[in-house]
């Protein structure tokens, strides 16, 4: 302690012009960091990170504790890190860079989306709900998508209860209702595009396809995806990997609001119930700003959509 005391004070000690461009050189690098941070923030790559950080760990503690053996096949696989991340993180990677140069570098991630966006996605999925029309509504957050799905039919258009509401009519004429619909950056960036399925086997068979790609996408990334089934015209949210269903308009809003803006919900009405395992019900609390609806794991059920 007395150690680093004395280093902070001959850092001091220098001349002003000195320390502060050394302070400037470390804000540098802190900011770097963070936004690398950012940059992964939602993906599975923050697992990993998190992995090698542990394998590093154990590296330095089988050199101090002279673990010949361990510290002499974690000291190989280590001279190759460089390598090792390039290979592990090359989708990551890319999706940063490209990430990077599609926003400015002080805009919130999550700064795009508006109160009226959600509004107009409730109302359509409420809609969808009423005549029993399937419909996948996809939020795209910190994550870039592009990695994640087959791409659809790009519009880039503003999100309305109409549009959203019309691309999900079923027809032989209309190809983008077999499919979600993509919202980036508050607006609708595609429709038709088709999700990665999960790959749980906790799943029980009768879920749907539909429920499937919803969980398959958030097990993946950190978006948000609203689900309505056209086979019991129910309303169910996804993130993280789980699932609250059976959503009235209000609650589902308050969730959206909760996941996707700093905005504190308005609770309007009566809350959803959410199905716990076990089959019994429960009333979701409306998410404070920032904050993410409780949410069950996966269970049982019988839609077939």
């Known amino acids: 302690m007395a150690n680093v005391v004395d280093r902070l004070v001959s850092f001091f000690a220098r001349d002003l012009p000195l320390v502060l461009w050394d302070i400037a050189d470390i804000l540098l690098v802190a900011f770097v960091l963070y936004y690398v941070l950012l940059l992964i923030k939602g993906t599975r790559a923050m697992q990993m990170g998190v992995g090698l950080a542990l394998v590093f760990v154990v590296y330095q503690l089988a050199k101090r504790m002279g673990l010949v053996t361990l510290y002499a096949m974690l000291d190989t696989l280590l001279t190759s890190l460089v390598l090792i991340i390039v290979v592990i993180f090359q989708h990551d990677i890319r999706r940063a860079l490209m990430r990077f140069g599609r ?100 799943l029980d068979r009768a879920l749907g396809t539909r429920h499937r790609a919803a969980i398959g996408l958030t097990e993946e990334t950190d978006a948000v995806v609203v689900v309505v089934s056209e086979e019991r015209g129910a309303v169910s949210l996804c993130f993280n990997g789980n699932i609250v269903r059976n959503l ?58």
Do not use: C, W
């Open 103 to 202: 926003r400015p570098l002080f805009r919130s991630a999550r700064a795009a989306l508006e109160g009226e966006v959600v509004d107009e996605v409730v109302k359509a999925t409420s809609s969808l709900a009423q005549k029993r029309i399937g419909g996948l509504v996809v939020f795209e957050r910190d994550a870039l998508l592009d990695e994640f799905i087959e791409p659809g039919t790009m519009l880039d258009a503003t999100v309305s209860k109409e549009l959203v509401y019309s691309i999900f009519i079923p027809s032989f004429e209309n190809p983008m209702h077999d499919g979600a619909l993509i919202i980036r950056d508050g607006k609708v960036q595609q429709a038709g595009a088709f999700l990665p399925l999960t790959a749980s086997p906790k």
């Open 248 to 305: 009235d308009s209000s609650s589902l809003r308050s969730a959206l609001v909760g996941l996707l803006t700093n905005q504190r919900p308005r609770r309007k009405g009566r809350k959803a119930d959410s199905e716990e395992t076990g089959g019994r019900r429960s009333v979701p609390p409306a998410p404070r700003a920032g904050s993410e609806p409780r949410a069950t794991p996966v269970e049982p059920s019988k839609e077939s959509n």
